[in-house]
T-cell receptor, first 111, second 113 residues
Framework: SAVISQKPSRDICQRGTSLTIQCQVD?????MFWYRQQPGQSLTLIAT?????????ESGFVIDKFPISRPNLTFSTLTVSNMSPEDSSIYLC????????FGQGTRLTVV | GENVEQHPSTLSVQEGDSAVIKCTYS??????FPWYKQELGKRPQLIID???NVGEKKDQRIAVTLNKTAKHFSLHITETQPEDSAVYFC????????????WGAGTKLIIKP
């Protein structure tokens, strides 16, 4: 299984600022995914990030708010821009080959 | 689009008893069904999965069954232990996408001592 390192593990940010979350994988993977998970809720897919192409965003999520980079097959970043308290959540990166695995998650609190 | 329903939302069982969590899916073309366990404050961890060419898969105290005709699959945990307490998520692979998993809402499993 892929080993995924996600950072930061948590952060407290001021509203109006931006936070970039990084996800590093120990092997090359084609597909990476970014999820948001509210406390006590299921996983909501934000976007799919494939290397060499623009990220594909799910309904309700836009590139201006959640820009994603995927410069190579082992790394991706998600930026949460112009944050508001409603963006407080856990953000998870995930990779999939034949199975899906997750990073440790980033617990974001916007004050 | 694909939809996955998961029941119950909360399940409380006595230690040593069995627990069963059920999921139904809508896309008949789905062919892969994983189960994840998420402990408080931790990432989801894959515990077992099944592909559509088999009807049952077991791994020690955990088993998953799949009924393709009825489009439902279930997680069975036998001889439950306190460390089984967690939130469990089912998922189904949405065939028309790039390996996009559609997630159930989750089941909070409580093991009573």
């Amino acid at each position: 299984s892929a080993v995924i390192s996600q950072k930061p593990s948590r952060d407290i940010c001021q509203r109006g600022t931006s936070l970039t979350i990084q996800c590093q994988v120990d092997s090359q993977v084609t597909m990476m995914f970014w999820y948001r998970q509210q406390p006590g809720q299921s996983l909501t897919l934000i976007a799919t990030a494939n290397q060499g192409s623009e990220a594909t965003y799910e309904s309700g999520f836009v590139i201006d708010k959640f820009p994603i980079s995927r410069p190579n097959l082992t790394f991706s970043t998600l930026t949460v821009s112009n944050m508001s308290p409603e963006d407080s959540s856990i953000y998870l990166c995930s990779v999939a080959d034949s199975r899906a695995f997750f990073g440790q998650g980033t617990r974001l609190t916007v004050v | 689009g694909e939809n996955v329903e998961q029941h119950p939302s909360t399940l409380s069982v006595q230690e040593g008893d069995s627990a069963v969590i059920k999921c139904t899916y809508s896309d008949s073309a789905s062919n892969y069904f994983p189960w994840y366990k998420q402990e408080l404050g931790k990432r989801p961890q894959l515990i077992i999965d099944i592909r559509s060419n088999v009807g049952e898969k077991k791994d020690q105290r955990i088993a998953v069954t799949l009924n393709k005709t009825a489009k439902h699959f279930s997680l069975h945990i036998t001889e439950t232990q306190p460390e089984d307490s967690a939130v469990y998520f089912c998922a189904a692979l949405y065939v028309d996408s790039n390996y996009q998993l559609i997630w159930g809402a989750g089941t909070k499993l409580i093991i009573k001592p």
